[in-house]
Every structure is written in C-alpha cells, then in structure tokens.
C-alpha cells in the first residue's frame, strides 16, 4: 500500500532483510542479499532445523516455491566467469522510514523503538490457533503455521545431493554470513506487521495460560467448584433431615430409659383409703333397674350369706311390680335380684340373689360412734362406673332432710336424720356404703345437696357439691331386719297431726286430722302423755325443733316404744312431758 512515502531505497547496513522478519511483501521492495552459503539452503528448498518458538519468537518461514527450471534442493549457481550478478531486490520487509529513525534511520535517543512484530503464541501439543480477528485496515489475516510442539524443533528437510551437512539454522536478526548464496525473497504473508489501529479488539498475543487440553479456565473452575459446593450442600441437607426425621419418629437413635421404682407387695395398712377399699370393694355391687316406664342405676352391698342385699327404696322404685333387677358384683359377675322389702319413709328397700356362692358381707359398724371429722370412704358406681372410691370426713350429724314428695300425697317423703359428709356422692353412689377406717358401714349413701335445687336425694343438678347425707346404720339395720323378716318396716309415732304450714319455731299440733277429727290420735301415746291442739313442741330429748319435718325425722330416729321427753309451749307456757312411742306400718 503506497501511503506517501519515499520509495527510493537507502540501503544500509541495519536495514538489510531477515528471512525472519514479517510483513507484507511486493514486487518493489526485493532487496539483494550479499553472497555466502549461508542462505543456499533457503534458496534451495532445505531450511535450517531450529528451535520451538516460544513467546516473543518468530515462527519458522517455510521455504518459498522453487524456481522454475531449478531442481529442487540445487542452488542458482552464476554463470562462469563472470561476477555474481544479483537478481532482482528483494522486498523489504518494512517500508523505507524518511524520518531515518533507529533501526531504520539515523540513531537518536528522540526517537521511539519501532513497533515489534510478534508471531502468534503456538499452544502447546500442537493445537491449531484460530486465525484472528482482521482489523479495520484489512491486515492482521495470517495464514496458519503448521503446528510446532513445545519443547520440540521443526525438523530439518534433507539437503540436496552433494551437500555434505545440512544447512545451519538462520540466526534471527543476524546479518547473512560472507560466501553464501544470495537469499531468495520469500512470501511471509503468515506474518503480520504490528498495527495497533488494526484489530483492537484482538490482540495478536493471549495473557494468561496458554490454551491446551491441561489448561482450564479459571471462571469455569471456579462456577465447577461452586456447582460442586451446592451439589455437597444438598446431599448433606438431605442427609440430616432424614436423620432428624428418624429421630423424631423413633425418640433418638438410642433408646432411653427412665429410672423407675420397682415393684412393691402390694400391701397397704387397713386403715389407710387403700387399705379400706380393698377390704370393702368385694361386698358391694352395682344395681341396674328396668322397668315399664323408667331405669337407672345404683348401689348397694351385701348383707349376709344368703344374697340379701341392702340399698335405697328410690334407687329399685323403677323395678315397679313387674320390673327386671341385675346385680353385677366387683369381680364382674352378675345375678338377677328380687325385691324383698321397701319402704319409702325411710328411703330404704332389700334385695336378694339367689344361686351366688363366696358372697363377702360387710360388717356393719355403729353411728351412734361416729364424731365429726372422722374419715371416711364412700363406695359406689357414680355414673354406672363401678367400684368408684371417695375418700372424706364426717362433716356433720343428726342432719335432718327430707327427700322424694314427687306423688304430692306425702307417702313418698323420706325422713332421714342424716350424717353428711364431704366425700363426693354423685348419682348412682346411692344405696352404697359410707365405711368407717375400719371398713365397717356407719351409714347409706342416699342424698346430695346440688347447687340451687335444695335437698333431694340423686336429685337436683348433677355433680357432687361436698354435701352428701347418709343414714346412719343403725336406722338401716333396723329397717333391714324389719324388711328381710315381715316384708314391712315399722314407723315410731307419737299420734299427733302437725300443721306443716306453720312458720313459727318449733312444730305446732294441727287443729283438725285426717278425715276432719281431732288433730290428737285418741288413746295414742301424744293423749295419753297430755298434749293437745294447738300446742308447739320446742324439743325433743333435749334437743331444738324447728319445724315440724325436724320433729319426724328425730321420732323416727328412734324405735318403737322409746320413750322420749319432749318440750312444748302452750298458751306461752313451757311444758314438759313424757311419752312411748308407738308403732305405725309402713309404706
């Protein structure tokens, strides 16, 4: 390309061609070459072995095509006898400089170092190296060099006959040796003339490694790392949540075991709660009533040895005439049961099985005994649960309730001179015992007080409040006896009608009777000891009456024929007298 410059050569000494040297070549720039045997072999078709190149070398030119009518591997000898005629210039490989600086023009320190021209790095085992990018100036295209090995030299092509050593390698730089052969101009288009205007996008050297098969990116080694770290990360995550699966499910890999006590035989004192159920619980069972119209569930234990079984009269009332009573006992078996006697007054009913052998009676104690504060151990099925031990005190004595009236004739009033006790009693605890730190039976569980419903007994709303009424035992023997032995049980009466209206203290004697006689029984124990009408008794044996229903239940705390001392106010007068009691069926 013609960019101005001066084309007349100044041959000088520095600025002689090297075969090593790149950069476009053409017609005008041949320059001769100076004799000698140095460059024969170029010219002849034989280079010189040389070394690998390596970074900053030239790579080795390969030899131009012979000369036509040369045989390849002969030198171009000149015509005898006459001197060595050069043929024509070779081509430079750089253009003349008109500024004559070094190496090209004259020296001076001014004056910048030339442009270097590099060959492209050959990689090693022999990889081809893509040719690079062409600059906008359209240079920077190479052709590819044959592949050269690192560490290894281009081998030698053998010399042509008659030459006794191969040629020796060219020297880069090195000025050509005197007596050898003109060098012919060779095509170095492989090579590029350094333009840093032409690819500066593509560099003609790479930084770094060199490429290879061995040689790996370091961005892809590194994002391998990273896929590897992440691939660990997983499979250890996944490791340890199935480990901590497992050892949610199964409690640890280990099994635990926990420090506990040992056995113990099983024994308890006799008076402690334990003690007390054990002794008791074979004697007392489950009743389950059906009957036309209405069924329920209760308690009761055991008498004697011949099946008969004691319980409240409310508790077998469901039975009716015709109705079915099973007994289940606290080992599990069960019996069909009869009704034997009842009694509404008293509250009280027996029952018997029959064909029931190894049957445990409990042993009755006395209530006459009991103080306030004593324990005590309730036994029954609240709720048809069977076997169900409470454990209290006695909290008080000589209670007086009334219980039942659902006819609304009186006949089913119940009068109990009752124990109360805070041991929980619920439905289906009545008809069981109240035993004694001895497990002897003091009393018949028979009513509760519940929340705002008054005293009834299983009435009221649900739920044992701490207010529970027994009858003493010794009123249920002998109401027992009575019933196992008659069929009936008897009432102490003093033979007076008592005005139930009265709201005053004490229990005031009715004007008038039943059927609209006197209020005063004629002949009975009340006329004979000198009461009349309108008189208000105020105490019996000593003890404060309140209202006529406390002056039943104290008379029939007692038996018939007790004599008894009682109080009274008539006319504003206090009076005292004495009577016996006497006797009245039952219903």
């Known amino acids: 390309m013609d960019d101005g410059k001066p084309s007349g050569p100044k041959a000088k000494w520095w600025s002689r061609p090297s075969t090593e040297r790149t950069g476009p070549a053409g017609p005008e720039d041949a320059m001769p070459v100076a004799d000698g045997s140095h460059d024969a072999a170029v010219l002849n078709g034989a280079p010189a072995a040389e070394p690998a190149p390596g970074a900053g070398e030239a790579a080795p030119v390969p030899p131009p095509a012979a000369e036509p009518g040369t045989a390849a591997g002969e030198a171009v000898p000149a ?23 070094p190496p090209y023009g004259g020296p001076g320190p001014w004056a910048p170092a030339p442009p270097v021209q590099r060959p492209l790095p050959t990689p090693a085992h022999g990889t081809p190296v893509p040719p690079p990018h062409a600059g906008p100036s359209g240079h920077g295209t190479i052709a590819p060099a044959p592949p050269v ?40 288009s492989q090579w590029l003339r350094y333009d840093p205007w032409g ?20 961005k892809g080694r590194r994002g391998s790392v990273l896929v590897g ?52 619980l074979p004697g007392v069972v489950t009743l389950h ?19 008969h079984i004691l319980t409240n009269n409310h508790v077998v009332a469901p039975a009716g005439s015709a109705g079915d009573i099973t007994v289940t006992f606290s080992g599990g078996e069960t019996a069909p049961a009869e009704i034997v006697g009842k009694d509404s007054g008293y509250d009280l009913a027996v029952v018997k099985v029959t064909g029931v052998t190894n049957l445990k009676p409990l042993q009755l104690g006395n209530s006459d005994n009991v103080q306030v504060g004593d324990p005590v151990v309730a036994i029954g099925a609240p709720f048809d649960l069977s076997n169900t031990v409470t454990a209290g005190i006695i909290s008080a004595k000589e209670r007086p309730i009334t219980a039942g009236g659902e006819k609304g004739d009186g006949t089913d009033v119940s009068y109990v001179d009752a124990l109360q006790t805070d041991a929980p009693i619920n439905p289906g605890n009545s008809g069981g015992p109240l035993v004694d730190a001895e497990a002897r039976v003091i009393g018949i569980n028979s009513a509760i007080r519940a929340a705002g419903s008054g005293s009834a007994p299983e009435g009221g709303q649900s739920g044992s409040i701490g207010l529970g009424f027994a009858i003493p035992i010794n009123q249920g023997k002998r109401v027992a006896e009575e019933l196992i032995n008659t069929g009936k049980a008897t009432h102490p009466v003093i033979g007076v009608t008592l005005d139930m209206q009265f709201t005053g203290d004490g229990a005031k004697v009715g004007g008038k009777g039943a059927g609209g006689g006197s209020a005063v029984t004629a002949d009975g124990p009340a006329d004979k000891a000198g009461i009349a009408t309108g008189d208000i008794i105020t105490a019996v044996d000593g003890r404060r009456v309140h209202s006529g229903e406390e002056l039943i239940v104290k008379i029939r705390a007692h038996r018939p024929g007790d004599r008894l001392d009682l109080r009274l106010t008539r006319d504003g007068k206090d009076l005292s007298v004495t009577l016996a009691l006497g006797s009245a069926s039952g219903t």
């Open 199 to 218: 690819a500066p996008q593509q560099p003609l050297s790479h930084p770094g490694p060199a490429f290879g098969n061995d040689a790996v990116p370091r």
């Open 229 to 280: 770290a992440m691939l660990l990360a997983l499979v250890a995550g996944g490791i340890g949540g199935g480990i901590g699966a497992y050892v949610e499910r199964n409690g640890g890999l280990t099994t635990v075991e926990l420090p506990q006590a040992g056995r113990d035989s099983g024994g308890r004192a006799p008076d402690s709660v334990a003690g007390i159920a054990a002794s008791a």
């Open 149 to 188: 090995h690192a560490g290894a030299s281009v081998p030698a092509q053998p010399s042509a006959p008659g030459d006794a050593y191969p040629p020796p390698p060219l020297q880069h730089g090195a000025p050509p040796q005197p007596g050898s052969p003109p060098s012919v101009p060779q095509q170095t």
């Open 79 to 101: 015509p005898a006898g006459e001197p060595f005629t050069p043929g024509p210039r070779a081509r430079p490989l750089h253009a003349p400089d008109e500024y004559s600086t």
């Open 289 to 307: 009533v059906s009957g036309s119209a209405e069924s329920g569930t209760g308690t009761g234990f055991v008498l004697d040895n011949k099946g």
